[in-house]
Antibody, heavy 123, light 107 residues
Framework: QLQLQESGPGLVKPSETLSLTCTVS??????????WGWIRQPPGKGLEWIGS???????YYNPSLKSRVTISVDTSKNQFSLKLSSVTAADTAVFYCARRRTYGGNLDAFDIWGQGTMVTVSS | DIQMTQFPSTLSASVGDRVTITCRASQSISSWLAWYQQKPGKAPKLLIYKASSLESGVPSRFSGSGSGTEFTLTISSLQPDDFATYYCQQYNSYLLTFGGGTKVEIK
């Protein structure tokens, strides 16, 4: 069945750019039925949606992070990626990639999640 | 932004108890609401979508209800595997937002 796997550095220095990749296996990222997203969770806290992308490259972002976020897709590698610039300690979190399906022509919930990857921002 | 408020934030219950968690939206979201279960160190798992539709493979003791601004997740008979944190999430707006979570603990 479809699986998602996050990868990237576990430690990023303040003011630098956090870069993560989500590899999709067991299915195609180019399916018209899904969007792909990033969600983060600071230690001991709740979930925050970062942004989402369609296989065509269409994106939408959380306005609170929009100035620092770029999400891109590489259909040839069945991957999508997250870049978060100018990070601070407040960006320390577990980052999840997830699939968002459509339901009756409308966007629905996140039905499949990666296991998550912890990223710490520290010098 | 649509704010999602969950309560209680913590709930102590025993195996076999009926448990209800409430999620309130700051404005109407129709039925565009999902519920997730998260265990420590694990990714969230989708339980309920479109407010009341049970995700495939999820036990029938879980149910969701509500529309507009008030929603509930009910566990009809709490099982040992159900001790976890539960989150609601609205997707009426392009800006997706989650509730703060409800931790279900063993009494």
């Amino acid at each position: 069945q479809l699986q998602l796997q996050e990868s990237g550095p576990g430690l990023v220095k303040p003011s630098e750019t956090l870069s993560l990749t989500c590899t999709v296996s067991g299915g195609s990222i180019s399916s018209s039925s899904y969007y792909w997203g990033w969600i983060r969770q600071p230690p001991g806290k709740g979930l925050e949606w970062i942004g989402s992308i369609y296989y065509s490259g269409s994106t939408y972002y959380n306005p609170s992070l929009k100035s620092r976020v770029t999400i891109s897709v590489d259909t040839s590698k069945n991957q999508f990626s997250l870049k978060l610039s100018s990070v601070t300690a407040a960006d320390t979190a577990v980052f999840y990639c997830a699939r968002r399906r459509t339901y009756g022509g409308n966007l629905d919930a996140f039905d499949i999640w990666g296991q998550g990857t912890m990223v710490t921002v520290s010098s | 932004d649509i704010q999602m408020t969950q309560f209680p934030s913590t709930l102590s219950a025993s195996v076999g108890d009926r448990v209800t968690i409430t999620c309130r939206a700051s404005q109407s979201i129709s039925s565009w609401l999902a519920w997730y279960q998260q265990k420590p160190g694990k990714a969230p798992k989708l339980l309920i979508y479109k407010a009341s539709s049970l995700e495939s493979g999820v036990p029938s003791r879980f149910s969701g209800s509500g529309s507009g601004t008030e929603f509930t997740l009910t566990i009809s008979s709490l099982q040992p595997d159900d001790f976890a944190t539960y989150y609601c999430q609205q997707y009426n707006s392009y800006l997706l937002t989650f509730g703060g979570g409800t931790k279900v603990e063993i009494k």
